[in-house]
């Protein structure tokens, strides 16, 4: 048969006039995000830049994703190389992007098996759903969350969530699921019922204004969830690869969770989430109970794996991120002594930092965008400036940012003691 020749007799699609991208957008994109008016089209290390070539210094990265910044040359080849060979395939089958970023994730970690999804929040869930058929046997499905934890926004990770306000309107909601003061060990040991099968914590919590846990807490919670068989899930789809200074957070915290879940900045730039727990719990999600039509695409984990070399083949861990999150702090702790009516903490784990301000982060958000500075507000009372900068940062622009926050400050009215 021969194929219809539509080509020919299409015209061709013509734009709006007069209209940029961010008009465009506007226009048919679902308006569930408050997009900052800006419109990059290429990046290039730290740097975004704009349709006129205008560069950003990106301290954002994504939110978290781009930990060896834009366009790593050994990522994008990675990438490129892959796509050449297959895109994909489904988990019907094996194909060996998945394998090789696997075996990467057990020979850096705790773990023995892997599970990939798509997201964070996929991932999430799988952490649930194993969460609960372990505990099926005893009757246990209770999950134990800190309050201030963000874990996603599908329903079961939205709900996982210790927000209110990310939970608001879209009941009734699915039970089973417990809210705990974050760093408090003994409201959560207070909270346990019956029914509880696990506790879920981020290792610093980046949504609400990145508030690390104590060392002391984590230690004790993993004791008593040791002692008492409750799991213990770890969020680091944050505070994962790098992010932190260590590949994972835990280890510097000298615990080992049950389940961990990662993704962010994962995939390299690609979506791609993942579960890693142990031999003796994988076998409580067997062939059936759990998957995910594209989770461990080839292309997104030919990236991971990529990344996952560069960070040590690189020697960014630990070395080189220990030495250069630590000039940033150093020029962070700096300006805060100079402006301590404005800055009233510096908090976090290397390069995921959120300095705790006295006037509104949104405010000073718009100022550093006006610098060309990318940076984030968020916290509970819009006073918290969140920096996640790649881990690839050079002095030079680390000292144009902290030059840039210099301009920042220092213009802002001073509160009289």
Same mark, same amino acid.
């Given at each position: 048969m021969k194929p219809p020749e539509f080509l020919k007799k299409s015209p061709p699609l013509k734009s709006p006039k007069k209209e940029g991208w961010e008009e465009r957008g506007a226009r048919v994109l679902l308006g569930n995000y408050s997009r900052e008016p800006l419109v990059f089209e290429k990046g290039r290390g730290s740097y975004l830049f704009d349709p006129s070539g205008v560069a950003y210094l990106d301290f954002l990265g994504g939110i978290a994703i781009h930990v060896l910044g834009h366009c790593h040359p050994g990522i994008t080849h990675a990438i490129q190389k892959q796509a050449q060979r297959m895109v994909h395939v489904s988990n019907l089958y094996y194909n060996p992007a998945v394998v090789d970023l696997a075996e990467l994730l057990v020979e850096k970690t705790f773990a023995d098996k892997v599970f990939f999804s798509n997201s964070g929040t996929e991932a999430i869930e799988a952490a649930i759903k194993l969460a609960r058929r372990y505990g099926a046997s005893s009757g246990r499905y209770e999950m @134990?969350?800190?309050?201030?934890?963000?874990?996603? &926004?599908?329903?079961?990770?939205?709900?996982?969530?210790?927000?209110?306000? !990310?939970?608001?309107?879209?009941?009734?909601?699915?039970?089973? %699921?417990?809210?705990?003061?974050?760093?408090?060990? $003994?409201?959560? &040991?207070?909270?346990?019922?019956?029914?509880?099968?696990? !506790? @879920?914590?981020?290792?610093?919590?980046?949504?609400? #204004? !990145?508030?690390?846990?104590?060392?002391? %807490?984590?230690?004790?919670?993993? &004791?008593?969830?040791?002692?008492?068989? @409750?799991?213990?899930?770890? $969020?680091?789809?944050?505070?994962?690869?790098?992010?932190? #200074?260590? =590949? %994972?957070?835990?280890?510097?915290?000298?615990? !080992?969770?049950?389940?961990?879940?990662?993704?962010?900045? =994962?995939?390299?730039? =690609?979506?791609?989430?993942?579960?890693?727990?142990?031999? &003796? =719990?994988?076998?409580?999600?067997?062939?059936?109970?759990?998957?995910?039509? %594209?989770? #461990?695409?080839?292309?997104?984990?030919?990236? #991971?794996?990529?990344l996952v070399r560069a960070l040590f083949a690189e020697d960014f861990l630990p070395e080189r991120v220990r030495s250069m999150s630590s000039y940033l702090w150093d020029g962070l702790m700096a300006l805060k002594n100079r402006y301590p009516s404005l800055i009233r903490e510096i908090r976090g784990k290397g390069f995921m930092i959120g300095c705790v301000v006295s006037v509104s982060a949104k405010k000073i958000k718009d100022l550093f965008r006006e610098e060309r500075v990318l940076v984030n507000a968020t916290g509970p009372a819009d006073d918290v400036i969140r920096i996640l900068p790649p881990l690839s940062i050079t002095y030079d622009e680390t000292d144009d940012f902290l030059s840039v926050a210099e301009k920042i400050f220092s213009s802002l009215p001073v509160e009289k003691s």
């Open positions: @134990i969350s800190m309050e201030g934890s963000f874990h996603g &926004r599908t329903l079961g990770a939205m709900t996982l969530t210790g927000q209110a306000k !990310v939970r608001e309107g879209f009941g009734p909601l699915p039970p089973g %699921f417990l809210y705990a003061p974050f760093n408090d060990f $003994d409201k959560i &040991r207070a909270s346990r019922t019956a029914n509880t099968v696990a !506790v @879920i914590v981020e290792p610093v919590q980046g949504e609400i #204004g !990145v508030i690390p846990a104590e060392t002391d %807490f984590l230690q004790k919670l993993r &004791r008593w969830t040791q002692e008492e068989d @409750i799991l213990l899930i770890l $969020d680091e789809i944050q505070t994962g690869l790098g992010r932190t #200074g260590t =590949l %994972f957070a835990y280890e510097q915290y000298e615990i !080992v969770p049950d389940i961990l879940v990662s993704s962010k900045a =994962l995939g390299g730039g =690609l979506p791609l989430g993942a579960l890693l727990t142990s031999e &003796r =719990l994988s076998k409580f999600l067997p062939p059936g109970t759990h998957g995910s039509t %594209f989770g #461990g695409n080839p292309v997104a984990c030919a990236a #991971g794996a990529a």
